[in-house]
Structures are given as C-alpha cells and as structure tokens.
C-alpha cells in the first residue's frame, strides 16, 4: 500500500473534529451514526467544540459520549434536560446538548423535558424518534405507530390500550421557553441537508441565549422494525412521516433571523452517514 | 464571634453558602421548605452563584449531578419522601465519584407519614441510598451550631473523596432557634482550583467523560474494588462520635441526632440520682464507630439504644457489640419525640433488673406507649 | 438553673415572636437557649405554639413534658396546657380572652388582661380603638417579672435589637407594655 500524498487532492469528506476516531456500535443502517455526524459537522463550523458539554441518555445513544470529542456524560434515563440544567446554570457561557431517544424524553424524561423548556433553558436538544425502544430489543414506545408491531405490543399498538402516538416537537412548541422546535428527518440527502440546517440554527439559539431549542429527527431502526436499511428509510417517509409532519413548530420571532442567516444546503459540506 | 439566633434549616443554608457553595437546587418539603427559601433570597446576592427551584426532587438530585460533573460545589436539600425521589440520581452520583452535598430533614413515614420530626431514614441513607454498592458519609447533627459546622466542613469530605456527604437531620433541628456562631465566609473556587476530572469544556486539553456506566464485567468490578477501598478508607478516617460520661458508665446509651441530645438531658437525671449511666452519640452514621461501641461494650452491663424509629440504628449497635453486652431498644414512632422522663422510666427498669436476666417487654408491639422493646426479634432475651 | 416556658395561643397573636424574644435575651446574656416552634400544615389561624428553654448548662432536651411556666394567650391554650404544667409551675394566662377559671390548685397563677392593655397602650399611639398587637409582650412582662431567669431589661434589649425595623415606632409602646405585664406579677419566693 502506498502512501496518498493529500497535497494533490481537494479533501471532500473528512471526519469532524468534534467526533472522535472510534468505530460506533450502532446498528448496520441505523441513522444515530448520521446525526451524530450532522451535530459533529455543526459544532466544528460554530467551532465551538472546545466550550461543548454533551449529555447523553440511556437508550441506543448511551455510549454517545464515546462519539463526541468534546466532555461529556450520561444522565439516568428522562433526565438529560435536568442535568444539562445543572451543568448550564453554573456554565451559562458553555453550550451543553442532550442526545435523547423517545424512550428517554417522551416517555420517563417527559417531566423534564417540558420544565426545561417552561424555564427557557439555553440548551439544545437532539431527539431521535424511531418509534420505539431500540436499546432493550424494540418495545413499545409513546411514538410507536398505531398498529406497529414491537416486543411490547405484539398484536400491534392498539389505542384502546395505550392510546395515540405521542407528538413531541407539537407540545413542546406550546411552551413559551421552548423557542426553537422543528421536526426532520434523515431518511434521504435533501432531508438530511435540512436536519443539519436546524441543528445547526439550534445550537445558534442556544449561543444566542434565546432559550430551548429541539430539533425531533425521525430517525431509522432496521434491526427492530425487522427491516432492510433502505426499506426502513422508505417507512419513515411511507409510515412516520403522515404521523409527524415534517416541519417548523415554533420560530420564536428572535430567532427568525437565526434562520435567515443559515447557508443554503447545497453550498456546506457533504455529509453521509457515520 | 458573636452568637446568633439561627433556625436550624437556615443556619444550615448559611453554612453552606459561608463554606462557597455555588449551586443549590431544591424543592419545597416539609419541615426543610426554609432551606430553600433561605437559599432563593440570599444566592441572589451572590453574583455568580445559582438557585433554583426544581420541578420534582428527580430533577433537583439530577441538577446537582450536572453542576457536580461541572466541578462546582453544589447543594440539594429535602425530606423524606423527597430524599426517596432522589435515590435513582443520588446512585449514579455516587457510581460516578463526582461531590455532592444533600441535607436530609427527616419526617415521619412511611409514606406521606408527617410532617413531625423522625429518624425513620436512617436504613435509607446508611445503607440503601440507591441502587448498587455504595455508602454516602451520613454525618447527623444535634445541635443547629453542630448542624453548621457538619455543613461548612461537609464539601471539602465530599471533594476529598468524590462522594455524597448527608447531613441528616430531622424536623426539630430544622425548625429550632439555637445560638451559633457562624464560620467566616470562604470564597467560591477558582477556575484554577477545579478538580482534574470536571467537565468545563475540552479547551487545551484532551476531551473529559463522566459516567457511572461500564458494561464490562471486568470493568465493573474493578471500578466497584475501587469504590469499595474508598469506602474503606472514609471507615477508617472520617468516623465522628461524642462521647458523655461513659468512664464509669453501666448503663450506656445510644442515640444520635434530635435523640442523642435528648439522651444527654437523662444522663444528667440519672446521675443526679446516682445512676452510672452514659451516653455514645454517633456524629458519623456511615461510617459507623463501632469499634469504639465495642470498646465500651466490653465494660458496659447494658446498652439501650433511643431512635426516633422502630428500631434501626440499633442493627448497627447489634453488630459492633457482637454481643458483649445485651441490646435494648427505645424507640417513638410516627414523628412522636421521646421525652427525657419517659427515656429515664426504661433506665430505671434496665437497673433494676441484673443484666441479660431475661428481661422482658411490657408490651408486645408497645413503641408508642413508652415500653422498652429489646432490639430485633430476640424480645424475651435481654442479651441478643 | 434551668426553666422551660411554653407560649401558647392563636396564629397572629405573637407567641412565637414572643419566645423568641425571650431567647435572645437569654443568649445576649449568656444563658444556653432554645427555641422550637410546634409547626402544622395550617398557614393561618391554627394554634402555634413554641417552648424555649433558658438555662445556664448545655441544652439536652428542647422539649418537655412539663414546663415551668405556660404563658396562654387564649382558652384552647390554656385547656391545653393547665394539665401539663409542672406541679408548683406558673402558668399566666390571658384574662382578656379567656373566662372560666383556673382549676389547679398548685399552680402559680398570674391573670393578665393583655388584650385590654394592649388595647389602650395602642389606642395611645393610633388615636383608635387600638389592638390587641401587644398582648404578647404584655404576657411576656408577667412572665419575665414572676421568674428569675431574666431581667427585665434583657427583654427591652432583645425588643430593641431585634423588633423588625418597620415597626420601630411600637418599640416604646412595647416597652410600656412589657413593663404594665411585669406590674401585675411579684416575683418568685425562693
């Protein structure tokens, strides 16, 4: 094997610096190594990662701080948002994430979640929506599609029982202190160009002090959907996406500019899965 | 120093903010609630430094896990039913070696039980405060000014050995007025005298992680050998006892907290009427002084243990003792202090009768109704 | 010398406040105190009552069974208290509020119709019919003047160093109350 003298080619793709050099254990197509990347991508170009506090949950993305090369730790399940609470407090000037599943922040972490953002705490908050429990073997989860099919709901999710999905990115875009909360999607590049658009004006609104940002990302689950990688992107556009639009649910009217200010898609880096 | 006027539950909030507390997350409860108003009126004035009223005790105890990882010196306070909320974050603060400091003003229980004062939490703080191997250092005051000096000192053990130091207490130290002086004012650490393991962000150096996961068995272990040899060596520097009059004392008795002090009132009866009788008042919960019980068991004809429960503490006093010398137990329940008389009454009795002659209960489940219950189930046997 | 005094009465009529003068006239004089206050779920209108201890050696017990004196500001107080107080105690109660009469025999027993004279030290300041605010430290005078465990003008001191600041012109009609209460008891016989 020779050695490629890098003088003579353009770079096209390189690591982030904010993500270390280790192998994920994510599962083969799942997207959490994607978003991960989008996030590593926003903080190197805010260059912000020597002032970035991650906090990751308990559910797939445990081990998140393995992935991000900046301080981290890992809060009980739901309780992310509190403890980023407490990092934030005594570092207003540091910018501290949560990383959490549905699992973690719409069923145990729900408390949490709305009283950060009741508080208007400057945090940001990645929540990934793969409509079930991945981590513990697929259960049922306050996301879970009715008539889905997990561990928990083997006849499927029946609303007589449990009820409807639980739509997040809608609460919590009733609550005055959440001040930037919109719903993506990484099942296809263009979409995937958007997730990074608003993760990236999330961590700009957190700079900027505006309050709470979240940015729900339906996010794939071959392994416990029983599918294919590129079968279960097509069922986050067939299946989730008619449950959870797309879209921007809160734009606080400070934060519009934010929004404005952003590049277009196609002039960033290219991004592909991690 | 001139002596103030000071409640127990405010003395305690200044102590903390005199030894440089820099966080404080709470909720309110009963009989603790002055703690934290304490704490939203004096922080304030205090640029840099943090209040806030949490949502539930879960998150206040995950409040302070955050600011404990940030390397701050960080306060949470509650009451029993609140502290039992606490137990999930206050395991993965201990699992994470990371300092905290949580005051315990404990009421009556179990369940809503009341507001009264009680040491009904004493198995939860020594021995079960969370999931996993682990002891917080349990430090239980009797006095307000005894409650301050256990504050103001109680960071420095919790950054010493990354560890939650309780300081537990009960509603009638809480609510009471006693004189103190106050320690002076320490200032807030520096940006430079931030431990080596806080998270502060990866500036100039490699990247920091905190966590109390390790899904390797191996890996566990060892962090639990560590933890453990921790823990051992706070067992053999950091117990805290009082001793009263126990040179020459037959009769000793055992108590801490808002019961030790009472205790201390029928040491003073008792040998006002020529009873040879004295008193060990644990400081330290965990660790426990049980080697020197032991000592005094040696020497002792009887040992009656006074809780404010049915019966805890005196597990503990079982197992130093290793049966030297027979156990009794005294014990008010349901937020019920027991009174210096009704305590004298079972000194009485226990003189009155030769040590480990069967002595006997009035009562088979007489807690309430002032009756001396010999510890555990061993209840027609004087020496257990 | 120790000595423990239960104040009693309705919420709002100063029985804390009044113990608690009482303790810091203590500590100021280098007497061991404390001071514990019975605390309920009620915000308003209950009960409150306190017992503070004033004594020269360190304070065991902040409670007792059987205090020495009970000062009652109302009927429920005294219906509560005249049973406990100990044989040969004082109990003073609030003759203003509180009709029937004392039924032990073995108690010292001081009248003080506090109310009545705060009425009037009040009426004095106000120009109105006055207010029964300083029935307290009318008790409180009684009790101070019928025992040995402070001077009186340790009380005066405590007023004056720890009455809160916006009622600072009540200090003198405090002072006056204090002293019209200590009038109504002799001091104790040895």
Same mark, same amino acid.
């Not at chain 1, 793969?130 to 073997?137: K, L, Q, V």
């Given at each position: 094997m020779t050695l490629i003298d890098l003088a003579n080619y353009d770079v096209v793709y390189r690591r982030p610096e904010a993500l270390t050099n280790v192998q994920t254990h994510y599962c083969p197509g799942c997207t959490h190594g994607l978003i991960h990347r989008l996030i590593g991508e926003v903080i190197d170009e805010l260059g912000i990662r020597e002032n970035t506090i991650c906090v990751a949950p308990v559910g797939c993305a445990v081990f998140a701080y393995n992935y991000f090369n900046v301080d981290g730790c890992e809060a009980p399940h739901g309780r992310a948002p509190a403890m980023a609470t407490g990092i934030k407090r005594v570092m207003p000037d540091r910018v501290v994430f949560t990383y959490q599943g549905d699992g973690d922040l719409a069923a145990i972490g729900t408390n949490e979640i709305i009283h950060a953002a009741g508080r208007g705490e400057d945090l940001t908050v990645i929540f990934v929506n793969?409509?079930?429990? +991945?981590?513990? +073997?697929g259960q049922m989860a306050p996301t879970t599609l009715v008539g889905q099919v997990t561990t928990s709901s083997p006849y499927g999710r029946d609303v007589e029982l449990v009820g409807m999905p639980m739509r997040v990115a809608e609460l919590i875009s009733t609550i005055p202190g959440a001040s930037y909360v919109v719903r993506r999607s990484v099942h296809n590049v263009a979409n995937i160009n958007k997730t990074k658009a608003a993760i990236k004006t999330a961590f700009q609104v957190q700079m900027a002090g505006l309050g709470l940002s979240m940015v729900e990302v339906l996010s794939s689950c071959p392994t416990n959907w029983h599918m294919t990688p590129d079968s279960a992107l097509q069922w986050i556009e067939d299946a989730m996406i008619p449950v959870y639009p797309l879209g921007d649910y809160r734009v606080a009217d400070a934060v519009e500019p934010l929004t404005k200010r952003r590049q277009p898609a196609h002039q960033q880096n290219g991004v592909t899965g991690g | 120093m001139a002596k103030e006027l000071w409640k127990g539950n405010e003395a305690i909030a200044e102590a903390a903010l005199r030894a440089g507390v820099e966080a404080y997350f709470g909720y309110p409860i009963t009989p603790q609630t002055e703690l934290l108003e304490y704490m939203a009126r004096e922080i304030p004035k205090y640029p840099g430094r943090v209040f806030l009223q949490a949502e539930s005790e879960l998150a206040a105890v995950n409040m302070v896990y955050g600011a404990a990882c940030a390397g701050v010196r960080v306060l949470s306070s509650s009451s029993s039913p609140g502290i039992s909320l606490m137990t999930e974050g206050l395991s993965y603060i201990a699992g994470t070696e990371v300092p905290a400091v949580l005051v315990d003003i404990m009421r009556g229980g179990p369940g809503l039980g009341n507001i009264m004062p009680s040491q009904g939490d004493y198995f939860q703080m020594t021995k079960s405060l969370g999931h996993g191997d682990f002891h917080p250092i349990v430090l239980a005051p009797s006095t307000v000014q005894e409650a301050v000096d256990l504050t103001y000192g109680a960071f420095e053990l919790a950054e010493t050995y990354r560890t939650v130091v309780v300081i537990l207490a009960d509603g009638a130290i809480g609510q009471m007025m006693e004189p103190v002086v106050m320690p002076p004012a320490r200032p807030v650490m520096t940006e430079e005298e931030r431990a080596d393991w806080a998270l502060r962000g990866a500036k100039d150096r490699e990247r920091r992680i905190l966590t109390s996961l390790h899904m390797n068995a191996e890996g566990l272990e060892r962090m639990n050998l560590g933890l453990q040899s921790k823990l051992a060596r706070i067992q053999r520097n950091e117990l805290r006892w009082q001793e009263t009059m126990t040179d020459d004392a037959e009769v000793l008795m055992v108590a801490f907290g808002t019961a030790g002090r009472i205790c201390s009132s029928v040491v003073q009866s008792a040998r006002r009427a020529g009873l040879k009788v004295g008193l060990l008042r644990p400081i330290s919960l965990w660790p426990f002084p049980e080697q020197r019980l032991l000592e005094l068991a040696e020497r002792v004809q009887q040992i009656l243990v006074v809780e404010m429960n049915a019966g805890q503490m005196v597990l503990d006093v079982k197992a130093a003792v290793a049966g030297r010398a027979p156990v009794h137990f005294y014990g008010r329940l349901g937020g019920v202090v027991p009174l210096p008389d009704e305590i004298s009454q079972q000194i009485d009795k226990l003189v009155s009768q030769p040590a480990g002659a069967g002595y006997k209960t009035g009562a088979s489940n007489g807690f309430g109704h002032a009756t001396v219950v010999p510890a555990g189930d061993a209840r027609a046997e004087g020496r257990i | 010398m120790q000595l423990e005094i239960v104040i009693s009465g309705f919420g709002g009529q100063g029985a804390l406040f009044a113990g608690q003068l009482l303790a810091y006239a203590g500590m100021d004089n280098d007497k061991h105190v404390t001071w514990i206050p019975s605390y309920g779920p009620e915000m308003r209108g209950g009960t409150a009552n306190c017992t503070v201890v004033v004594s020269d050696d360190p304070i065991g017990s902040p409670l007792v069974r059987q205090p020495a004196a009970v000062i009652a500001l109302n009927l429920p107080s005294v219906d509560k208290y005249e049973g406990l107080v100990k044989p040969g105690g004082l109990l003073i109660y609030n003759s203003s509020l509180v009709e029937r009469p004392v039924y032990r025999s073995d108690l010292r027993v001081i009248a003080v119709p506090a109310n009545d004279i705060s009425q009037e030290e009040t009426s004095a300041v106000t120009g109105d019919a006055g207010d029964p605010r300083l029935a307290n430290v009318v008790m409180l005078g009684a009790l101070v003047q019928a025992t040995d465990v402070l001077p009186l003008e340790a009380i005066e001191a405590a007023l004056a160093a720890h009455l809160p600041q916006r009622h600072m012109r009540w200090l003198e009609p405090n002072r006056i109350a204090l002293r019209r209460g200590a009038a109504l008891a002799t001091p104790e016989t040895a």
């Open positions: 793969n409509a079930n429990y +991945g981590m513990t +073997g | - | -």
